[in-house]
C-alpha cells in the first residue's frame, strides 16, 4: 500500500513539470483528495487513469482539471460519468473503453471541443444517436464490441459526419429471446 501512495506522489511531482499526469496502473479505486492538492497549482493538459478499478470519477474532477485536452479513463470499472465533465471546454480526446457503460455518458455528447472518443469494449446497448451526430467537434467515435441494439446499429448508418466505427458482426440472439 505504501508503495502505491508512494507511485501516486512521484507521478504527481512530475506531473507538475510535464502537465501530464500519468496514474495508470496504480491501484486506485478513485482519484484521491491528495492528488488535487498536489496538483493545485499546475495546468495539466492530459490524465491518464487507465488500468485502475476506479468506479467513478467525482464532479471536482472537471473543476480542477478544467483545461485537459486528453483524458484516458480505459480499464477501469465505472458505469458513469458526471455531467460535470463537459465543463471539460479544451477535452478533444477522450478514452471510456473497457469499463462498464450501458449507454454513452450524458456528458459525452456535449463536451464543445471533443473529436475522438473511443467508448470501445463496454456494455453499450443504447445511446442517443442524434446527440452524437450534433456533437459539435467529434470526428470519430470508436463504439466496437458494444452489444449495440439493431436499431442503433441501422441509424449510426445514417451517421456521415462523423466516422463511427462499431462491430458489424454483433449476434442479435439476446434481442429475438421469446421471454
Known amino acids: 500500500m505504501a508503495h502505491a501512495v508512494t507511485k501516486v506522489i512521484h ?3 512530475s506531473a507538475s513539470e510535464s502537465e501530464n ?12 483528495d491528495a492528488v488535487y492538492h498536489l496538483m493545485r497549482h499546475t495546468e495539466l ?6 488500468g485502475n478499478s476506479i468506479t467513478k470519477i467525482p464532479p471536482k474532477f472537471a473543476v ?9 479513463l480505459s480499464h477501469n470499472q465505472m458505469a458513469k460519468l458526471p455531467d460535470e465533465l463537459e465543463e471539460l471546454s479544451a477535452l478533444e480526446n477522450l478514452d471510456i473503453s473497457h469499463n462498464a457503460f450501458i449507454s454513452l455518458p450524458y456528458a459525452v455528447y456535449k463536451m464543445p471541443k471533443l473529436v475522438d472518443l473511443n467508448a470501445s469494449n463496454n456494455y453499450i446497448i443504447e445511446l442517443d444517436v442524434e446527440a452524437l451526430r450534433s456533437c459539435p467537434s ?3 467515435a470508436d463504439l466496437q464490441e458494444n452489444p449495440l441494439t439493431s436499431v442503433i446499429r441501422s441509424a449510426l448508418e445514417n451517421v ?20
Open 11 to 13: 507521478r504527481c511531482e
Open 160 to 179: 456521415t459526419s462523423i466516422k463511427v466505427t462499431w462491430s458489424r458482426s454483433e449476434a442479435d440472439d439476446w434481442e429475438d429471446l421469446n421471454v
Open 21 to 32: 499526469l500519468d496514474l495508470s496502473e496504480c491501484q486506485l479505486m478513485q482519484v484521491p
Open 64 to 72: 480542477n482539471f478544467n483545461l485537459i485536452s486528453e483524458l484516458n
Open 45 to 50: 493538459k492530459s490524465c491518464n487513469l487507465s
Open 138 to 140: 467529434l470526428e470519430t
